[in-house]
T-cell receptor, first 114, second 113 residues
Framework: DAGVIQSPRHEVTEMGQEVTLRCKPI?????LFWYRQTMMRGLELLIY????????DSGMPEDRFSAKMPNASFSTLKIQPSEPRDSAVYFC????????????FGEGSRLTVL | AQSVTQLGSHVSVSEGALVLLRCNYS??????LFWYVQYPNQGLQLLLK??????LVKGINGFEAEFKKSETSFHLTKPSAHMSDAAEYFC???????????FGGGTRLMVKP
């Protein structure tokens, strides 16, 4: 089975532009997580979906960030408008049993906002 | 609130030497504890997981970790380091924050030839 698939792997954009990151979780997994990783702040959980429903979005930095999961096989994380401080690696992860099970991570989307 | 502290953001060992990466946690309920490894330009992958069965947990690549409730610790060890073990290691806890998994700040392991 394919792992968690994220796209794009790299994105370079200018401040003010809209950015959309995409994630396809492992088939059959019922939980999906978006994390952000930076040198300064480490790994931060942005939002967590269970059965396509957002359970906790308290980690979403501000209204510029939004995430959707229209079906069990697809999720997006959107930043609009983007700012230089949003530069980071964004990881999507999925699991079969919420956070009591193993999280399977994608390879990440490296975002650079100029 | 649950939290994880990893002592030492960087650890350097010689090839063949013991690896010890420290993790202390806080949780008001019996926790689930995890160690993940991240190789350069990759996502995290699970090394091992503690779920209240045996206190000594064996993982992949020869790593193991021991849950010590009295010390609130879950240190990761490997008897003999290999060059391929060079990576960043993350300890994580879940339990008393709803369905949240909290990661430590990570420890970068360097292995010298």
């Amino acid at each position: 089975d394919a792992g968690v698939i994220q796209s794009p792997r790299h994105e370079v954009t200018e401040m003010g532009q809209e950015v959309t990151l995409r994630c396809k979780p492992i088939s059959g997994h019922n939980s999906l997580f978006w994390y952000r990783q930076t040198m300064m702040r480490g790994l931060e959980l942005l939002i967590y979906f269970n059965n396509n429903v957002p359970i906790d979005d308290s980690g979403m930095p501000e209204d510029r960030f939004s995430a959707k999961m229209p079906n069990a096989s697809f999720s997006t994380l959107k930043i609009q408008p983007s700012e230089p401080r949003d530069s980071a690696v964004y990881f999507c992860a999925s699991s079969l049993n919420g956070i009591t099970g193993e999280l399977f991570f994608g390879e990440g989307s490296r975002l650079t906002v100029l | 609130a649950q939290s994880v502290t990893q002592l030492g953001s960087h650890v350097s060992v010689s090839e063949g030497a013991l690896v010890l990466l420290r993790c202390n946690y806080s949780s008001s309920v019996p926790p689930y504890l995890f160690w993940y490894v991240q190789y350069p330009n990759q996502g995290l992958q699970l090394l091992l997981k503690y779920t209240s069965a045996a206190t000594l947990v064996k993982g992949i690549n020869g790593f193991e970790a021991e849950f010590k409730k009295s010390e609130t610790s879950f240190h990761l060890t490997k008897p003999s380091a290999h060059m391929s073990d060079a990576a960043e290691y993350f300890c994580a806890v879940s339990g008393d924050a709803g369905n949240m998994l909290t990661f430590g700040g990570g420890t970068r392991l360097m292995v010298k030839p």
